[in-house]
């Protein structure tokens, strides 16, 4: 914080075996295990998190403060609930072949955003709110053929917010790039024209895609399928 008054666009590089993203630990917010998640609280900056091949144990929260930020996460995993959280700025988050033993909450600010989630599993609930502004929601719509299918096991909702939105979720172009849902999956749009590309709807049980409960849509001006 002291090096910020004098560095205004201070950049910090992590290389460690543990992320030290703890709120707190045996009751100090500034112990070693903390250290990080203090820095992401410093707010305002074009922030990048990159986390590969973790495993969290406890409750995960990632807030990326205002500006554009990125948060990539792949081929980890979290066994309690996770908390993802973006302000103003064009903020990119994507999760690649993560297991989230249970909730995954997303939710972003004012600005042009995108979330992508492909090979992964969710088995709590799954909400994500994007904001105001044309955002974009890749699900299971950019990976390679053949790959695993990202499954939901509990409730999923999508609020897509003001603005000309768009929410993929699952590829017609790419057989194999598949969903599968336990529960209900609900996409809601918001003021702005919407667009839902959800790969053959109309059949939803295609292309590889298991709904195991109804696929609902409300306030959605296109609908490809």
């Not at 820095?39 to 990048?48: H, T």
């Not at 690649?96 to 492909?118: K, M, N, W, Y």
């Not at 299971?140 to 499954?151: H, I, L, M, V």
């Not at 790419?174 to 599968?180: A, E, F, R, T, Y």
């Amino acid at each position: 914080r002291a090096v910020m008054t004098r560095h205004k666009k201070l950049s910090v590089l992590q290389i460690d075996a543990h992320l030290d993203l703890r709120n707190e630990w045996e009751g100090s917010p500034y112990d070693h295990a903390s250290v990080m998640r203090r820095v992401l609280d410093l707010g305002a900056g074009e922030d990048l998190a990159f986390l590969s091949k973790i495993a969290v144990n406890r409750t995960a929260i990632i807030n990326g403060g205002a500006d554009s930020d990125v948060v990539f996460v792949e081929d980890s995993l979290f066994n309690n609930n996770t908390q993802v959280t973006t302000d103003t700025g064009d903020d990119l988050v994507v999760f690649e072949d993560t297991t989230f033993a249970r909730s995954l909450s997303f939710a972003s600010g004012q600005g042009q955003d995108v979330l992508g989630i492909t090979d992964s599993a969710i088995g709590g609930s799954f909400s994500a709110l994007m904001g105001d502004d044309d955002d974009y929601v890749l699900i299971e719509a950019e990976s390679k053929p053949g790959e695993a299918s990202t499954t939901f096991y509990q409730p999923v909702v999508i609020d897509l917010g003001p603005g000309n939105d768009i929410a993929e979720i699952g590829s017609l172009v790419q057989p194999g790039n598949s969903i599968v849902a336990a529960r209900l999956i609900h996409v809601i749009g918001g003021l702005g024209e919407d667009v839902l590309d959800a790969g053959l709807l109309s059949d939803p049980n295609s292309h590889g895609n298991l709904y195991y409960e109804p696929f609902v849509r409300s306030g959605i001006e296109i609908v490809r399928s």
